[in-house]
Nanobody
Framework: QLVESGGGLVQAGGSLRLSCTASGIIFRINNMAWYRQAPGKQRELVAVITSGSSTNYADSVKGRFTISRDNAKNTVYLQMNSLKPEDTAVYYC???????WGKGTLVTVSS
């Protein structure tokens, strides 16, 4: 089970930190990812962190978002800075290639 939290309404230029807590998996051996889906658009990959804490980001968020993990807490984070209205979306946590998804948390960035 993956449970996201931390979404909300923020003004452009602001920051939010999303959290995703996992249960029922051996968290430390799994890569973890954040995806997002904006209204009327396809779900897209935002960031990935490997079990060894290597990271990769979509071009649209590079330099603004940071993915991290705390294996002791079975939690992956997404720190989002310098938010833009186009970052508005439902953000989902996922264990890649397993079919495990959270239910999502809504991020709304106002201009």
């Amino acid at each position: 089970q993956l449970v996201e939290s931390g979404g909300g309404l923020v003004q452009a230029g602001g920051s939010l930190r999303l959290s995703c807590t996992a249960s029922g998996i051996i968290f430390r051996i799994n890569n973890m990812a954040w995806y997002r889906q904006a209204p009327g658009k396809q779900r897209e990959l935002v960031a990935v962190i490997t079990s060894g804490s290597s990271t990769n980001y979509a071009d649209s968020v590079k330099g603004r978002f940071t993915i991290s993990r705390d294996n002791a807490k079975n939690t992956v984070y997404l720190q989002m800075n310098s938010l833009k209205p186009e970052d508005t979306a439902v953000y989902y946590c996922s264990v890649p290639h397993t079919g495990y998804w959270g239910k999502g948390t809504l991020v709304t960035v106002s201009s």
